[in-house]
C-alpha cells in the first residue's frame, strides 16, 4: 500500500499519528477495562455494575463504578497516547502532528 504524500512530498503523518493514536488509546482502554473488572471484584465481591444507569444498581455503587472506571480508563488512555507520540517522535524525529507547538517545524 503506498503512502500518500503531501505537496512538500513528505508522508501524510496527521494520518499516520491519527491510526496510531487510536490504535494504542483503544488497546489501553481494553487492558484498563479488564483490570478494573478483576480490581472491583476483589474489592466489592461482586460483580462490576454492567449498566450503572439501570435504576436497579445501587446509586452509590454506580457512582463508585463511573469515577472509578472513569479515572482509571482515562488515565491508561493518556498513558498510552504518551508512549505512542515518544515512540512516533523517536521514529521520525518529530512530534506528532497534534502535539506540536505552534513555533515547531518538521
Known amino acids: 500500500m503506498a503512502k500518500k504524500k503531501k505537496s512538500g512530498g513528505a508522508p501524510d503523518s496527521s494520518k499516520i499519528w491519527s491510526v496510531f493514536s487510536l490504535a494504542a ?53 493518556m498513558l498510552a497516547q504518551r508512549r505512542a507520540a515518544s515512540y512516533y517522535h523517536r521514529s521520525t524525529g518529530h512530534l506528532p502532528p497534534d502535539l506540536r507547538k505552534d513555533d515547531q517545524r518538521l
Open 25 to 77: 488509546a483503544l488497546g489501553a482502554a481494553q487492558v484498563a477495562k479488564r483490570g478494573l473488572d478483576v480490581s472491583w471484584k476483589a474489592a466489592t465481591r461482586k460483580q462490576p455494575p454492567e449498566n450503572p444507569a439501570d435504576p436497579d444498581v445501587e446509586l452509590r455503587e454506580a457512582v463508585a463504578w463511573a469515577v472509578f472506571s472513569g479515572a482509571v480508563v482515562g488515565l491508561a488512555r
